[in-house]
């Protein structure tokens, strides 16, 4: 027996009741993939002009660190001990405060030994560099220098190459540590 439809509705049967909700379901469908896809290429942006910025941050810190470890290798290996005053004054504006006071007893020992008539003049030519680790507070600067030596009329040539730890400080990268390296590794 067959129903009859109540009045004011259409008969309905089941290919018409399907055909309204199929069609609805694509819209939502493809409503949700679009902000689905808006939250993700939003996200990746912004973590993409992050990453972005930090690389260039720690770029821009290995050259300075980079400079910053040229500048004191050549202040520090062009000495003469008849002018260790301005040799301290040119290299002590590179350093930590930690590491001032340490390289002040170096200079110290230098005075000392020219104190007993031994003359020491060095002079350093930079021919390269290389930060080793880096980030951006802290780095490890591996320069190569052609240097010559001179003790008491002695000369010493070769090519020297120093590790330079450096850490920034109030925007300044400044020279916390450095090392004579050789092939093997550090040097004493």
């Not at 309204?20 to 902000?35: D, Q, T, Y």
């Not at 007893?105 to 880096?134: F, H, I, P, W």
């Not at 020297?160 to 730890?165: A, F, G, H, T, Y």
């Amino acid at each position: 027996m067959r129903r009859r439809p109540r009045k004011g509705t259409s008969p309905t049967t089941p290919e018409t009741d399907r055909g309204p909700r199929v069609a609805r379901w694509p819209w939502i469908l493809a409503f949700g993939v679009v902000a689905v896809a808006l939250v993700v290429g939003a996200t990746v942006a912004v973590l993409s002009f992050r990453t972005v910025s930090q690389v260039e941050e720690i770029a821009a810190g290995r050259e300075a660190s980079s400079q910053v470890a040229t500048q004191f290798v050549r202040r520090a290996n062009n000495f003469s001990s008849d002018r260790s005053q301005a040799y301290e004054a040119s290299v002590v504006p590179l350093l930590t405060t930690s590491y001032a006071q340490e390289w002040r007893g170096r200079v110290a020992e230098l005075e000392a030994y020219q104190q007993e008539d031994a003359v020491v003049t060095s002079e350093a030519q930079v021919t390269g560099t290389a930060v080793v680790t880096g980030d951006a507070d802290s780095a490890t600067v591996l320069v190569v220098a052609d240097t010559s030596v001179e003790v008491v009329g002695s000369p010493l040539l070769g090519a020297l190459r120093w590790e330079v730890d450096l850490f920034e400080v109030d925007g300044e990268w400044r020279v916390n540590d450095y090392r004579r390296v050789g092939p093997g590794g550090v040097v004493s």
